[in-house]
């Protein structure tokens, strides 16, 4: 089974910079970050295709920019201008297909990292 591994949380002040990256043990498909803020429900943040293709909620266009490695099976969420707001646990997700039979059928399956805090100071 793939795995995913979240790093580069931490503390920063409002309108500083993090970078989180998301390493897999394998090839993914379209991985995404989503974030969850207390008492709140998760969110997507930001999604990426295999050909790297973006989609970003509302509240992450133009401040963050989401990209992959796939030589790396790695990929990122840089953030800029960030806010209080954005405080949250960020969690890395991903599709990945597992093969069932030699004629190529498979199943997509879904995992997703232990997560990375990040909190803002105002």
């Known amino acids: 089974q793939v795995q995913l591994a979240e790093s580069g949380g931490g503390l920063v002040q409002a309108g500083g910079s993090l970078r989180l990256s998301c390493v897999a043990s394998?090839?993914?498909?379209?991985m995404g970050w989503y974030r969850q803020a207390p008492e709140k429900q998760r969110e997507l943040v930001a999604s990426i295709t295999s050909d790297g293709i973006t989609n970003y909620a509302d509240s992450a266009k133009g401040r963050f920019t989401m990209s992959r490695d796939n030589a790396k099976y790695t990929i990122f969420l840089q953030m800029n201008s960030l806010k209080p707001e954005d405080t949250a646990v960020y969690y890395c997700?991903?599709?990945?297909?597992?093969?069932?039979?030699?004629?190529?059928?498979?199943?997509?399956?879904?995992?997703w990292g232990q997560g990375t805090l990040v909190t803002v100071s105002s």
């Open positions: 394998g090839s993914m498909n379209t």
């Open positions: 997700q991903g599709e990945y297909k597992r093969v069932l039979n030699v004629e190529g059928a498979y199943r997509l399956l879904e995992v």
